[in-house]
C-alpha cells in the first residue's frame, strides 16, 4: 500500500505543488491522501483540485479555541487514514496536544537554518544581520514553535544586495527539493528518532565546507 500523507496549507501551495509533482513520479513511494486549508480562499486549493485531490477547508475562525480547531483537523486526517501530516506553509500554531498526537509523524518545512531564524520575517532578518547562509529545513514537529528532531537541510548563499524577495526565491527552490526528499526517506522507513535526533539509513554527507565570500582580495 502507498504511504498516506496529508498536507495542510494557508496559502499558495508551492511546496504542495512541489509534492503534487514529486507523487507524479512511478517511483515515488507516497501519495496525498488529502489537503486541508485553514483558509478558504488559498490559491493552494486550486493546485490541489487541479491535480484531482481531495481538499476540506476547516476555517479556524469559528471554533470556541484551537484544541476544538485541532480536534476537526485530527478526526479528518485519521478519518482518511493518514500516516504522515505535512505542514506546507500552514500558518497556524499547533497545541501540544496535537503535536503529541501526530508524534514522529508530524513534519514541517521551515525557511531557515534550523535553530537560526524561527518565526515570521525569516528572510528580512537574515538579510539584516549579515548572515552569509541561509537556507531551509525539514523537521519533525515538537510543541515550540519552528522546533524538533530535524530530518534534512540545503543552504544557499545570502548573496550582495540581495532583497529579502531575492532570498526568498533561491530558498524556496531548495524547499521543493528537500520536502519531496524528506517524505521519500520516511515512506521507506529509512528514518528513525533516537534520542530526538533523526537517523537516516543509508544517508550520505557531503565532504568539505562552503565559504562566502570566496577569493576576497
Known amino acids: 500500500m502507498t504511504f498516506r500523507i496529508g498536507v495542510l496549507i494557508s496559502g499558495r501551495g508551492s511546496n504542495l505543488q512541489a509534492l503534487i509533482d514529486a507523487c507524479a513520479q512511478p517511483d515515488y513511494p507516497a501519495e496525498i491522501a488529502l489537503v486541508i486549508s485553514n483558509e478558504p480562499e488559498a490559491k493552494g486549493l486550486m493546485r490541489a483540485q487541479s491535480a484531482g485531490l481531495d481538499t476540506e477547508i476547516i476555517d479556524h475562525r469559528p471554533f470556541v479555541d484551537r484544541s476544538a480547531f485541532e480536534d476537526a483537523l485530527t478526526s479528518v486526517l485519521a478519518g482518511t487514514g493518514v500516516e504522515l501530516v505535512c505542514l506546507a506553509g500552514f500558518m497556524r500554531l499547533l497545541t501540544n496536544n496535537f503535536v503529541e498526537r501526530w508524534h514522529d509523524r508530524l513534519i514541517n518545512v521551515h525557511p531557515s537554518l534550523l535553530p537560526a531564524f524561527k518565526g515570521l520575517d525569516v528572510h528580512d532578518r537574515v538579510i539584516a544581520t549579515g548572515t552569509r547562509f541561509s537556507g531551509c529545513t525539514v523537521h519533525f514537529v515538537r510543541a515550540d514553535m519552528?522546533?524538533?528532531?530535524?530530518?534534512?537541510?540545503?543552504?544557499?548563499?545570502?548573496?550582495?544586495?540581495?532583497?529579502p524577495e531575492?532570498?526568498?526565491?533561491?530558498?524556496?527552490?531548495?524547499?521543493?527539493?528537500c520536502l519531496p526528499m524528506a517524505i521519500r526517506w520516511i515512506a521507506e522507513e529509512r528514518v528513525q528518532v533516537v534520542n530526538d535526533v533523526v537517523e537516516i539509513r543509508g544517508a550520505v554527507s557531503p565532504e568539505g565546507g562552503l565559504t562566502n565570500p570566496s577569493g576576497a582580495r
Open 146 to 163: 519552528d522546533s524538533g528532531p530535524i530530518i534534512i537541510q540545503s543552504t544557499v548563499p545570502v548573496l550582495p544586495h540581495d532583497r
Open 166 to 177: 531575492d532570498l526568498a526565491a533561491r530558498v524556496l527552490a531548495s524547499e521543493h527539493e
